[in-house]
T-cell receptor, first 113, second 114 residues
Framework: NAGVTQTPKFQVLKTGQSMTLQCAQDMNHEYMSWYRQDPGMGLRLIHYSVGAGITDQGEVPNGYNVSRSTTEDFPLRLLSAAPSQTSVYFC????????????FGSGTRLTVV | AQSVTQLDSQVPVFEEAPVELRCNYSSSVSVYLFWYVQYPNQGLQLLLKYLSGSTLVESINGFEAEFNKSQTSFHLRKPSVHISDTAEYFCAVTLSGGSYIPTFGRGTSLIVHP
């Protein structure tokens, strides 16, 4: 089925380790974003992209890197994991964020110990 | 910059009762407004949106929201809730003429009791 696919669904990391959260969409959407969801904090924007080759920082970018080499993929890299990065991460995409809103993936639950 | 305030973190109601989830925003320019719903262990889904025109917008599952420009509000209502409406609800705002990246509120947990 068409949509936004995030992998892995669960991950446990040790402090200082690095990893990449994968996000892929097959809807040819130009807009893609990464959010983290923490209890009582809602969704906070980490990084976003308005097209292949174009990325920008959101509200909480520190400790994360992104790249957008293709329209389909938008991986999120944790450079050196910290316990404060324990969260649920959502990737979202849209062809037109005003007319259609965003389509969200099912999330990656990350625990840093 | 815009901001979104959801005034209630949790709203408990009994099945078949009416409910209102409140959302206020602040912005110096025109905005587009959205409500998303998140069922347990899932991603967010678009519930309804206000872009322009009629200030009352409806979803396919009985929810409605009314844009009130003077009060900068976009409250979500349902006249009779079901157990299956138990979920987290997020209000979001996007600025007109900006990057079109939405800002989300902190969410309201709707808990429907039998």
């Amino acid at each position: 089925n068409a949509g936004v696919t995030q992998t892995p669904k669960f991950q446990v990391l040790k402090t200082g380790q690095s990893m990449t959260l994968q996000c892929a969409q097959d809807m040819n959407h130009e807009y893609m974003s990464w959010y983290r969801q923490d209890p009582g904090m809602g969704l906070r924007l980490i990084h976003y992209s308005v097209g292949a080759g174009i990325t920008d920082q959101g509200e909480v970018p520190n400790g994360y890197n992104v790249s957008r080499s293709t329209t389909e993929d938008f991986p999120l890299r944790l450079l050196s994991a910290a316990p404060s990065q324990t969260s649920v991460y959502f990737c979202a995409s849209s062809a037109d964020s005003i007319r259609y809103g965003y389509t969200f993936g099912s999330g990656t639950r990350l625990t840093v110990v | 910059a815009q901001s979104v305030t959801q005034l209630d973190s949790q709203v408990p109601v009994f099945e078949e009762a009416p409910v209102e989830l409140r959302c206020n925003y602040s912005s110096s320019v025109s905005v587009y407004l959205f409500w998303y719903v998140q069922y347990p262990n899932q991603g967010l889904q678009l519930l309804l949106k206000y872009l322009s025109g009629s200030t009352l917008v409806e979803s396919i599952n009985g929810f409605e929201a009314e844009f009130n420009k003077s009060q900068t509000s976009f409250h979500l209502r349902k006249p009779s809730v079901h157990i299956s409406d138990t979920a987290e609800y997020f209000c979001a705002v996007t600025l007109s003429g900006g990057s079109y990246i939405p800002t989300f509120g902190r969410g309201t947990s709707l808990i429907v009791h039998p």
